[in-house]
Each structure stands twice: as structure tokens, then as C-alpha cells.
């Protein structure tokens, strides 16, 4: 069936580096895509979107990037900050809104 | 604005027990959502109302129903539980079928033992 799934299920980067978070999807019908970011103990919270007539969107601090040729999404953030720990999902539209999510990736930055 | 809540936060319940989950948005938002998430896992829809009124089955229907109590209020029942729905529970809503972003309540932490 579609599905939507990520590469790394860990990512280790350095406080002020860059990060950058992969994605595979195989829904290429879905109309829009959307990262996620989900602290410890908290319900997921919106980070940006990108519609699939789109190459690139850039948010504060983080850059989204869709390559509809090899079916990859990516999430970039600048300057990675302690705060930016967390575990980040993408996620695809499918037909009324219903979202389809990733399996996640665990974001881990280093003082 | 309080954004969506949900209550309980956390629940145990024995095998065959029967329970509901509430959950509110006070955004008025027409579209409303349940998700599970087992450890590890990403999110995976139950159901969803993309309206008041209406109530459609996501993914993983079986073993749930849900009201759309009104536009505010959308509830989840779980009337036999299994040790298989042991997981997190999370309630979210959207504006509308026109925008794409889904607020999130904190969860409902669910134990069947």
C-alpha cells in the first residue's frame, strides 16, 4: 500500500550545526506534504508544508525541500539549536484531509 | 483559547472494560480527528469528522466509535478493550478541508491490561 517512511531513525548533530531530516514517499498523488516536530509527552506540532506543485519552501530556520522525481522529502533546520530536539515526522495528505505519517525520526542535538 | 484538550491524560483499563475519550477544540474548526501511536511509531488515524454531522473511518477503525458531539466536541469510545489498544491516544481539528494544518491536544496515555 502507499506509505510514507524516513531513512534515519536517529540523527546526532552539534548545537549550531545544520540538520537535515530524510523522507520517502510513494503516494505520488498526495497534494501537499507537512513536517511535524513531536517533543517528549506532547501531541505533534505543525513546522511547515509544502504542496506537491512546489520544489522548495522555506520557513524560520527551516527549509523543506521535495523531489517528486526520486519521491523524497527532506527537512532542513539552520543552526540547530538544544530546543530543536525532538522526534520529526512527515507526513502525506490523501483524499479528505487523512494524513498518512512517517515512522519518525529522533533529532538529538549536542551542547 | 485553550487550543484542543483531552481528558483523561491517563487511563488503565482491564480487558472487556468499556471507556471514552473526550476531547474539545475551541478554534472552530469544522474538521476533527483521532489518532494512535504505538512506541516508536508514527501517528495512524481512527477516524475523523470532516464536519459536523458526519464521522468517516481512517485507517484503523476496528474496535472504536466516535460522536461528533458538535462542532466543538468529538469523543472516542473504546467499548470492549483489548491489550492491542494499549497506546497514545491524540485528538487533533482543522480549520477546514482548505487548509492543511492539524493542532494537536497533549494526549491520552491509554493501559489495557
Known sequence: GESVGLHLPTLSVQEGDNSIINCAYSNSASDYFIWYKQESGKGPQFIIDIRSNMDKR????????????????????????????????CAENNAGNMLTFGGGTRLMVKP | ????????????????????????????H???????QDPGMGLRLIYYSASEGTTDKGEVPNGYNVSRLN???????????APS?????FCASQEGLATVEQF???GTRLTVL
Open chain 1, 58 to 89: 522555506q520557513g524560520q530556520r527551516v527549509t523543506v525541500l521535495l523531489n517528486k522525481t526520486v519521491k523524497h522529502l527532506s527537512l532542513q533546520i539552520a543552526a540547530t539549536q538544544p530546543g530543536d530536539s525532538a522526534v520529526y515526522f
Open chain 2, 104 to 106: 494537536f491536544g497533549p
Open chain 2, 85 to 89: 489498544q494499549t497506546s497514545v491516544y
Open chain 2, 30 to 36: 469544522n474538521s476533527m480527528y483521532w489518532y494512535r
Open chain 2, 1 to 28: 483559547n485553550a487550543g484542543v484538550t483531552q481528558t483523561p491524560k491517563f487511563q488503565v483499563l482491564k480487558t472487556g472494560q468499556s471507556m471514552t475519550l473526550q476531547c474539545a477544540q475551541d478554534m472552530n
Open chain 2, 71 to 81: 462542532k466543538r466536541e468529538f469523543s472516542l469510545r473504546l467499548e470492549s478493550a
